[in-house]
């Protein structure tokens, strides 16, 4: 959905009505040159004030398919989950050198907060969109 205003001198002009209908149609155009269909148009006309006519349009059209916020989140999540898992795997790799100090469940519990992290992470992300 797209909202805009504009202004044209005032309706008793010959040809302002004929300008603020171009200026639509352009719109109109621009978005058939993007492969998008007009789904609704709605123009107001405010001639209240003395020296000028304001138009408010509104227009939906179609856009892309996809649910672009949707991908954009699920792949954030899953870039920050593979770095978390990387991150983990570097630990584990320095904890062979520390000797046998170091439990594996120590490794698991972290990865199991990390993905605990990532899955936090992504509801808030979800609910901000």
Same mark, same amino acid.
């Given at each position: ?51 000028? $006519?304001?138009?408010?349009?509104? #227009?939906?059209?179609?856009? !892309? /398919?996809?649910?672009? *916020?949707?991908?954009? =989140?699920?792949? %954030? ?14 630990? $584990?790799?320095?904890?062979?050198? #520390?000797?046998?100090?170091? !439990? /594996?469940?120590?490794? *698991?519990?972290?990865? =199991?907060?990390? %993905?605990?992290?990532?899955?936090i992470v992504g509801v808030v992300f979800w609910r901000r969109a």
């Amino acid at each position: 959905m797209c909202t805009y205003t504009f202004s044209v001198g005032p309706e008793q002009i010959p040809g302002m009505r004929q300008m603020a209908q171009q200026v639509i149609d352009s719109h109109i155009q621009e978005l058939q040159k993007q492969n998008s269909q007009l789904l609704e148009l709605r123009v107001w006309e405010d001639i209240s004030p003395t020296w000028e $006519t304001n138009y408010y349009v509104e #227009i939906v059209a179609t856009a !892309s /398919p996809l649910f672009w *916020n949707v991908i954009i =989140i699920g792949v %954030l999540s899953i870039l920050f989950v593979i770095a978390i898992y990387f991150t983990i795997k570097a630990v $584990t790799d320095i904890t062979e050198y #520390i000797g046998e100090n170091v !439990s /594996p469940v120590t490794t *698991n519990l972290a990865l =199991i907060l990390g %993905l605990g992290i990532a899955a936090i992470v992504g509801v808030v992300f979800w609910r901000r969109a």
